[in-house]
């Protein structure tokens, strides 16, 4: 039991011996009762934000053969390459010869949501397969800009989508456009 005792202070006065008077006695057990009980209830009731976080796929290594290469089509590559300012510039097929584009645009619905949502429903009827999206982002683009391409794949539900690594000539067409500056 948690108690509190307080001095009276019956001491001498004036030559008079006074009695002792008893002093007041406080219970605390209701009030340590009553702090836990609230520890509890704000501990049980309280929700713990989960983090967001998205499941990327990683591909296997592929250990006898690292040349192995998929080849693909060029006409259903997308490539989307994460310039500074918050923009990107896209192209489908080579960079050395595009069958359209570069074109620079936003992060957004009227951007390069846009841009993508007619593509995933062009490229099936032109190619006869899905778009493969490949996104490179460039030493001047932000964290943001990777994990805000990211969301955009989700949100159009992009079947096939990869990180590459971005190759010089096409930071030499970030810099033509203006694109990978400080």
Avoid: C
Avoid at 93 to 122: A, F, T
């Amino acid at each position: 039991m948690a108690e509190l005792n307080q001095d009276s202070g019956g001491g001498k006065k004036g030559g008079k011996i006074r009695s002792k008077k008893a002093g007041g006695r406080v219970d605390l057990t209701a009030m340590v009762d009553l702090a836990f009980l609230l520890i509890t209830f704000f501990m049980l009731t309280t929700s713990i934000n989960k983090p967001n976080a998205m499941d990327v796929a990683l591909p296997d290594k592929n250990e006898e053969n690292p040349e192995d290469r998929l080849e693909v089509a060029d006409t259903r590559t997308m490539t989307l390459l994460l310039g500074s300012n918050n923009k990107i510039e896209w192209y489908l097929g080579e960079y050395s010869n595009p069958i359209e584009g570069p074109e620079v645009v936003d992060y957004g619905k009227d951007g390069i949501r846009s841009v993508l949502l007619q593509k995933l429903k062009e490229i099936p009827q032109r190619a006869g397969g899905d778009l493969i999206v490949v996104i490179r982002p460039s030493d001047r683009s932000t964290h943001r800009n990777l994990v805000d391409i990211l969301d955009e794949m989700n949100i159009v539900q992009a079947p096939i989508y990869m990180i590459g690594t971005i190759s010089e000539a096409e930071i030499e067409v970030l810099e033509r456009d203006g694109l990978y500056n400080e």
